[in-house]
């Protein structure tokens, strides 16, 4: 009787052992969470009437998109949704607008673009060069900054 009962236990501690062995179950996937996404960039400073610009933009989900602006400011919205789209990016270089000279707009040297990336109305992302790049990652949503007023002019 002794022995059975020893079978028994050990058969039991088996069985659960066994049932452990499989490893973790995996992590729930991530809740998805729906974002208006805004993508901006404009020329800083009184140079806005010389110059548009080049921009290249696109997220995780969709390869890179061009844009011209003929205006100082240029800006995207569109509805992404985390975890299917995980980054979202705008970069950007200055253009002459059409009719202006050259000489005349780089007189005072290459313009300062700055690009921002708002998540709802939470800036995410900003930054000011002559060739300016935002990247974002929709996973930070949950912890950003306040937005920031417009440092552009259209003059």
């Known amino acids: 009787m002794r022995r ?10 088996a069985a659960t052992v066994a049932g452990c062995s499989a490893g973790p179950s995996p ?20 140079r806005g009437g010389l110059f548009g610009m080049a921009v290249t933009w696109g997220h995780s989900a969709l390869k890179t998109q061009s844009a011209t602006s003929l205006t100082w400011a240029w800006s995207h919205a569109v509805t992404l949704r985390y975890p299917d789209v995980e980054r979202v990016w705008v970069s950007a270089t200055p253009q002459v607008r059409p009719g202006v000279d050259e000489r005349l707009a780089y007189a005072g040297g290459i313009p300062t673009l700055h690009c921002t990336i708002l998540l709802g109305d939470r800036l995410v992302q900003d930054q000011t060069s002559i060739s300016p790049t935002c990247v974002a990652n929709l996973s930070a949503g949950s912890a950003p900054t306040p ?3 417009s440092g552009g002019t259209a003059d």
């Open 4 to 13: 059975v009962a020893a079978v028994a236990a050990v058969a039991a501690v």
């Open 27 to 46: 992590a729930p996937a991530p809740a998805p969470v729906e974002y208006v996404v805004t993508l901006t960039v404009e020329v800083v400073g009184g």
């Open 147 to 149: 937005a920031r007023p």
